[in-house]
T-cell receptor, first 112, second 112 residues
Framework: SQTIHQWPATLVQPVGSPLSLECTVE??????LYWYRQAAGRGLQLLFY??????ISSEVPQNLSASRPQDRQFILSSKKLLLSDSGFYLC???????????FGSGTRLTVV | GDSVTQMEGPVTLSEEACLTI???????????LFWYVQYPGEGLQLLLK?????DKGSNKGFEATYRKETTSFHLEKGSVQVSDSAVYFC???????????FGTGTKLQVIP
């Protein structure tokens, strides 16, 4: 069966520090991968998506970046965190239209 | 662009009460529609979906009907339980790369 792993579950980082969040999918090949952010009291904002290795599309310009070094691995990074980067980060995957997303359990990031 | 509008929360209901969470959408073409549920501290789970007009999605006692004429996809349940307390997100998929647009979420609290 397909599973998605996301870590860490929680993270507290100082302003200006780097960030690396990792997401891996098991049990499927060539999934579409997505990073979403959920700010406190707000909906989900699509940050990045990827339809294949090395292919990254950015939805919102910001100080975050994403990479897909392997078929089932999706990484969200930042060189210098801002206070406004705090939020709940969710990774998701899907195979095809109408399949629906499968979400990871999320990473709660607090920038202090 | 595509958008989803949900009724504002929080919604507080007594156990066994009827639930309706309104959702309307704006999209080009023929989107697929979804409801996701997020329990406290967790990622999102797909609750139900409908891929064409007049389809009814159902799961765990929840139902929603794809109404093209009113561009709506309201979530309903006849008798809610305390365990249904969560945040519910309406979402649509339209266009390529399976990018999903989410509503802002509606928090439901069910009290005994």
């Amino acid at each position: 069966s397909q599973t998605i792993h996301q870590w860490p579950a929680t993270l507290v980082q100082p302003v200006g520090s780097p960030l690396s969040l990792e997401c891996t999918v098991e049990g499927t090949s060539n999934p579409n991968l997505y990073w979403y952010r959920q700010a406190a009291g707000r909906g989900l904002q699509l940050l990045f998506y990827s339809v294949g290795i090395g292919q990254i599309s950015s939805e919102v310009p910001q100080n975050l970046s994403a990479s897909r070094p392997q078929d089932r691995q999706f990484i969200l990074s930042s060189k210098k965190l801002l206070l406004s980067d705090s939020g709940f980060y969710l990774c998701a995957w899907t195979l095809e239209r109408d399949y629906g997303y499968t979400f990871g359990s999320g990473t709660r990031l607090t920038v202090v | 662009g595509d958008s989803v509008t949900q009724m504002e929360g929080p919604v507080t209901l007594s156990e066994e009460a009827c639930l309706t969470i309104n959702c309307t959408y704006t999209a080009t073409g023929y989107p697929s529609l979804f409801w996701y549920v997020q329990y406290p501290g967790e990622g999102l789970q797909l609750l139900l979906k409908a891929t064409k007009a007049d389809d009814k999605g159902s799961n765990k006692g929840f139902e929603a009907t794809y109404r093209k004429e009113t561009t709506s996809f309201h979530l309903e349940k006849g008798s809610v339980q305390v365990s249904d307390s969560a945040v519910y997100f309406c979402a649509l998929l339209s266009g390529g790369y399976q990018k999903v647009t989410f509503g802002t979420g509606t928090k439901l609290q069910v009290i005994p």
